[in-house]
């Protein structure tokens, strides 16, 4: 059976997940439903990046001990995902033993190809970013250009790894390999960077002691990026042998943000160790509001639990992933969110599912009969999902719905109901295998609303019972969300 093993980043405790989060792991679950849905044995992992030195100023901000800390916020990721339908199949924590084993046999692989040494390193470090900086990337006043924060200056002897030996075997896999790098843009800027020159970098912390600590060397930890990329190949069960029958990732989704550790380190860390790099890379662009980043550390984060809760996580889901290109920047809107939620879902889907259910029931005394095939060719719509094109994926299916709400307005079934029984049926039956067909290609998008539509028609009867699809927002009552299989 063909496997699909696709991955979210793992994302910083340090606060609650906001909708940057939730855009990255919902496109990861579409990605993940869609493989499921062809029959694939899909492995979707997502998890926390809990060895960082944000979480430590968070949990003395919060008066908490380090481990009531990382468990109290790591439910809380885990449940938001879960409570949002996320079908992830594994939850990585970085503190756990299997994931420090997995970390430990990396480095015991990369040492071997005597990829590790030890040296001094004197730079500007943002702890926002867990990245040294260079000094001409600095804003004036030494600040972080992503954070907009002091840097700290830091001088110790660390363990450093050897990026510089795999500065030309990167540049010819990526050439030999032009899928991996996801999309084209992406690939350039890093082509860009790795022309530049690599540098050597440090892989380990000795002024940190939260962290795995370095194997046989009680004063360091491992850097936090060296042990969070490693996530990956925890999910998948390295070391046991058995992760091969899941290694190579086949696509990690990630934000534009953390390319440079995606496609530089990680693939590097990869081939030193021996092992197979992931299939694919895939950078989106951030979302702001007002034009600034959403991010914990800027303090505008939309949450996306309280967003979603007056309209729904499908209704989200869709906004999301139909309104902008996968790869490109957005601008979030509430406006544009509830229009959106008003004239595609509620107007053009719900209605329409609606008003084919009501003349079922009125015309054909809720019975549906035999199904004629479905009609539509779906070609571009599996190219679309091919190239994660989201938002073009959804347009074809949008098509469809408004073809079916114009076929109906064309052959009035409210007339043939008056004069021509024979028509009237097959019309009718013709909007349901329309509309089956619908369902089963919006189903990795908006999980609840296709089961919700399959129900309706389900077993050869109109189920009514099973309700309005998108109901007005004012109506709905907020409570948990929840979502179809
Ligand atoms: O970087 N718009 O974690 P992180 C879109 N722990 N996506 C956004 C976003 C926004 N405004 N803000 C965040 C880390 N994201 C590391 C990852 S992986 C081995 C380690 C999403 O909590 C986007 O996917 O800072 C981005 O790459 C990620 O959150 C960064 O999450």
Request: glycine share 6%; with cysteine.
């Amino acid at each position: 059976m063909a496997k699909f093993f696709v991955t979210t980043p793992i994302y910083y405790i340090n606060d609650k997940p906001h909708i940057g989060h939730a855009y990255s792991t919902f496109a990861a679950d579409v990605v993940a439903r869609y493989h499921r849905q062809k029959g694939e044995e899909v492995l979707f992992s997502a998890g926390v990046d809990e060895n960082s030195q944000k979480t430590v100023q968070a949990a003395e901000a919060a008066g908490k001990s380090l481990a009531d800390y990382t468990k109290d916020m790591s439910d809380i990721w885990e449940s938001t995902w879960r409570r949002a339908g996320v079908s992830n199949d594994a939850f990585i924590r970085t503190t756990t033993p299997e994931h420090k084993a997995a970390v430990y046999e990396l480095i015991k692989r990369v040492r071997a190809k005597d990829d590790i040494y030890k040296g001094t390193y004197e730079g500007y470090y943002c702890v926002g970013c867990e990245e040294f900086k260079k000094e001409d990337e600095l804003l004036e006043g030494k600040l972080c250009p992503i954070h907009k924060k002091p840097v700290d200056l830091i001088k110790e002897d660390n363990y450093f790894f050897k990026l510089s030996k795999y500065q030309q075997p990167l540049l010819d896999y990526i050439k030999e390999h032009p899928e991996f790098i996801q999309p084209e843009s992406r690939r350039n800027e890093v082509v860009a960077f790795i022309e530049r020159g690599l540098h050597d970098f440090s892989v380990s912390r000795s002024t940190q002691k939260w962290g795995i600590p370095w194997p046989d060397d009680k004063d360091q930890v491992v850097y936090v990026w060296f042990d969070a990329l490693v996530n990956y190949l925890t999910a998948a069960g390295f070391p046991k042998a058995s992760f091969a029958e899941k290694w190579p990732a086949d696509l990690h989704i990630v934000g534009k943000d953390i390319i440079k550790f995606h496609c530089i380190y990680w693939p590097a860390m990869l081939m030193s160790a021996g092992l197979p790099l992931p299939r694919q890379v895939f950078a989106h662009g951030f979302f702001t509001i007002d034009g600034q980043k959403i991010s914990k550390s800027l303090g505008n984060a939309i949450d996306p639990v309280e967003l979603a809760g007056n309209f729904g996580i499908d209704a989200l889901r869709y906004y999301l992933l139909s309104e902008f290109a996968f790869g490109a920047d957005g601008e979030f809107s509430r406006t544009r969110f509830e229009t959106i939620y008003n004239s595609d879902l509620a107007n053009d889907l719900g209605n329409l599912v609606q008003r084919v259910a009501v003349m079922i029931t009125r015309y054909l005394d809720g019975t549906i009969g035999e199904l004629p095939p479905h009609s539509h060719d779906i070609t571009p719509y599996e190219e679309a999902m091919a190239e994660l094109r989201f938002d073009r994926a959804l347009g074809e299916v949008w098509l469809l719905i408004r073809g079916l709400n114009q076929y109906l307005e064309e052959e009035k079934p409210w007339q043939l109901a008056k004069n021509d029984t024979t028509q009237l049926a097959e019309v009718l039956h013709h909007a349901v295998s329309d509309l089956v067909q619908i369902a089963t290609l919006l189903m990795p998008f908006v999980p609840g609303t296709a089961k919700k539509i399959a129900d309706t028609f389900a077993a050869g009867r109109v189920h009514a019972e099973v309700g309005l699809l998108f109901p007005k927002p004012e109506t709905i009552e907020k409570t948990e969300f929840t979502i179809g299989a």
